[in-house]
């Protein structure tokens, strides 16, 4: 209910229903937003009325400029929480292509996507594109512009994990369609994703001098505090790692090289706000101290952890009443690792599994690379 109730709330805002109305001119050729500090102003501000306003586009993120758009056309942009409106002259204000473009800065290239075998009944194949829209996808893009709106669709519907929230999406050439089943019956049981804060992060770190290995990318997307990573800096390939699951969480052994080895502490405690959090510790013990405490476990299918994982288990007792006992043993491993300015990614091989975490105990994250 926490979970439903936190979405509800979100959607509200989205569509202003809490919200006092936001500032205008005399004229209304200017409408002003202190929740972000921009103003929306002619002519791109009767596009912004006339087609949804803040349940649409949500909130601008930026002033109006000029701007360079997919390397072939320059001129007046206003970026959006959803979208990007773009002011052509003769031709009018038009939505940008953010689906296609966050698609294509993830390196996924969707003109060769595995199209659907069949159409069911419920659903149109657009064969401009060779995809299906179903349900309640299909019913939404009829519903709220179509076409013009959204654009054709450039994948089929698949799960995604966006920040705290797994479901069903589906993109379309302009926009990020998401199903939340939970709010079935509502008027949010279809959101539409937030586009330019993807696209926008993407771009920022595709300015750094340092580039994310292609393993990474996807992985990057579905964090929600990347913004907080900085730039990418050292990556380290095949770096060997460990992990050892805790009734409350998990550690991480990684070698650095000459960063040292480090041991990343996952706590899972339902009674600590927040209920996630990590802590990381240097690897200290070396061979030749002893291997293990000789602690006798509680019960069955429980371990005493050892080596690095045991030395940080046994010497920090907080850590250890946080984390409980261990319930399998230590799985060496290897991956690959990137550092960033104020944070860190790892992929490990076998687990086939991404863990970021980011500049405070709190900001952690743990996804898989590929959809």
């Known amino acids: 209910m926490h979970r439903i109730a936190s979405i509800v709330a979100m959607a509200l805002i989205a569509f202003g229903a809490t919200l006092p109305p936001p500032t205008a001119s005399a004229d209304l050729q200017e409408r002003c937003f202190p929740e972000t500090g921009y103003c929306i102003r002619e002519p791109i501000l009767d596009y912004w009325e006339r087609n949804g306003g803040l349940a649409v586009f949500g909130y601008p993120i930026s002033d109006l400029h000029d701007e360079v758009v997919e390397g072939s056309w ?12 773009e002011f052509h002259g003769p031709d009018g204000v038009l939505a940008g292509r953010l689906g296609a473009k966050l698609l294509h800065l993830r390196g996924e290239n969707w003109i060769f996507g595995q199209r659907p075998r069949e159409t069911p009944p419920s659903c149109r194949l657009f064969t401009e594109t060779g995809y299906n829209v179903c349900e309640p996808f299909l019913s939404y893009w009829r519903n709220n512009g179509g076409l013009e709106r959204f654009g054709y669709p450039i994948t089929q519907p698949r799960t995604e994990t966006i920040g705290d ?6 993109y379309f050439e302009r926009r990020r369609m998401e199903h939340h089943p939970e ?15 993807d696209v926008r992060s993407y771009e920022a770190i595709y300015s750094c001098p340092e580039r994310l290995p292609g393993i990474l ?5 579905r964090i929600s505090f990347r913004n907080m990573l900085g730039c990418p800096t050292t990556r380290l390939d095949a770096a060997p790692m460990a992990r050892q699951r805790f009734v409350n969480g998990e550690m991480i052994w990684v070698d650095l ?17 927040p209920s996630f959090y990590y802590r990381v510790f240097a690897d200290t013990w070396s061979e030749g101290q002893p291997v293990s405490g000789g602690w006798t476990p509680p019960g069955p299918g429980l371990y005493e952890p050892v080596r ?7 010497e920090n007792p907080d850590v250890r009443e946080a984390i409980g006992w261990a319930w399998e043993t230590e799985q060496t491993d290897h991956g690959t690792v990137q550092l960033f300015e104020s944070g860190v990614l790892m992929y490990m091989d076998l687990k086939g599994w ?13 996804t898989p690379p590929t959809f």
């Open 74 to 85: 320059y001129g007046p942009v206003q970026w959006f929480e959803r979208d990007r409106l």
């Open 165 to 170: 929230w797994t479901g069903t999406v589906q």
């Open 183 to 197: 709010l079935a019956g509502t008027p949010y049981e279809v959101l539409l994703g937030l586009l330019s804060h």
């Open 217 to 221: 990318t996807i992985a990057y997307s």
């Open 257 to 273: 090289g000459a960063r040292g080895k480090r041991i990343y502490v996952i706590i899972s405690d339902a009674d600590h706000d």
């Open 308 to 314: 690095g994982f045991g030395k940080v288990w046994r």
């Open 354 to 366: 991404v863990y970021g975490f980011g500049p405070d105990q709190t900001h952690i994250a743990s």
